[in-house]
């Protein structure tokens, strides 16, 4: 029994204390069942140890935070252990009136807001609410403390949530709500805070340039803050930025390092952007439009930053962020936004979604990414489109670890791309020269990249079901049909012919 647990022990250990807690205090042991299958989209450890009477559930998290999800959708955390959390449950009996309180009004308020609460719990059924929490806490071995001091301990649990407690339904993968309507940091502030800690840094201490320089991540997040706070004295080290944005050749941060320097419009910097662009053809033909005269330096980086950059953070689409925080390792908050952005999506919103799918693949996150897919493909009208989405999604869905529904997605897939058989021939003439037996218009599509992604899908579809428990039949289906899509292929390759060879040895030697 540790010390953040303990209290969570003696409940289990003594029934008469549970019995308080569960009544009226509503933390109640015997209701652990949430009734929906959960997880954190972390992929972190969870459990539920107690419910309340409403059908809500208190879940424990792998590091002992304490997450409450409510059964209309909303969850949150209320404390950083059990027996923190039980010492806001206990001293604020009725803490759901209180997630969205104004912790900036009177307090002679607040405290009436916090006295009419108890009152009706008192008048409609604990009217020995005092002595109860009383008893309770001295029998936990926990504090009684000023109730709006607890009153902001929940705020600031419940402003954790996000990213890192985003709870999911297990089967449908969408995210709870917050169960607080509380102000939070935007966005962009959480993202580009480590780019401005850099700018003011790379300000005062040149020793410290290359360091920024050299950290691709670090390096972009410092082009962002900067794009947002432009300083002529940054001019320097906004040049260092750019000639090692320039090795990886064509890329956002390359357009908007070679437009923070241009903007000055100094005749250096045109040769030296011109070098850059010279020596690496991505350079080149990422800085298209680069003007003949250095004269025209910053009249190009004028134009190229109005229509491509903006200088408000708080208009930049959210995607930025995502991605920004991915590259910066905080796996979390990247995936936080693209859940959130994902179960808003709509009929109208085709293209995000295809978009959030590749986001989340990057993030290695294949059960986020299958879902945007899936909706993706369900948005498309034309048939080719919708195959080539669905393709995608079967290699997701096998990534995921869902071979079964990889296999009936790529067999989709393939329907749609061939597409509806011809109609049959009703002339006597076709009849009798048999024409109603003509194949499918199908080598379109199997002479492009597509038909190798789909030969090599089922190979490895085949593989991943072989390597399963009771999925032979599929395995052994999904290699018969990618053998017969190999042989539709205009010019198979010796890696995907190898890849058909080694599966079906595979699949014979078991």
Known sequence: MTRRDRAL???????????????????????????????????TALKVVAGDDTGGSYFVCSNGEVLYASSEGEAGLVGDSVDEALEVLIGLPGWRDYTDLDLQADIAELEAAVARTEESI????????????????????????????LIRRLHRSLLRTEPDFILLNADEGCAYALL????????????????????????????RWAEVADDP???????????YDRQTTDLPFLREVLRAEAQLGHTEELRLAAVLVGLHGHAQDYELIQSLRMANSDVYYGLGGFPEAAQDLSAWATAFDVSNHGQDPAEEDELAWAEL?????????SRSILLRLLDEAGQRDAPLLGHLAGQFTRLGDFIQAARARKLHASLQDDPQQRGA???????????????EAAWKSLQRAVAELDGPPPTPPTDQLALDLNLHEQERHTVAWRGLQLGHRAAEEHFLVARAAAAATGLSATARAALAAGIAVLGTLMRPTDDLRGLANAVTEELEGR
């Open 325 to 333: 925080a991915r590259r910066q390792g905080r796996t979390e908050l």
């Open 122 to 149: 008192r008048g409609s059924y604990a009217s020995q609410l005092d002595l109860d929490r009383s008893r309770l806490l001295a029998g936990l071995g926990l504090r009684q403390l000023p109730q709006l001091e």
């Open 389 to 403: 989405s669905m393709l995608s999604l079967a290699t997701l869905q096998r990534r995921a670890g869902d071979v």
């Open 217 to 227: 991540a670090r390096r972009a997040t410092l082009l962002r803050a900067a794009q």
């Open 180 to 207: 607080d309507r509380l102000p939070r940091r935007p966005l962009w502030k959480t993202a580009l805070a480590p780019g401005r800690a850099d700018l003011v840094m790379l300000r005062s201490d040149r020793t």
């Open 9 to 43: 022990e003696l409940l289990r250990q003594h029934s008469e204390l549970a019995g308080v807690a569960a009544f009226p205090f509503d933390f109640d042991l015997d209701r652990a069942d949430h009734g929906e299958a959960v997880r954190l989209a972390s992929g």
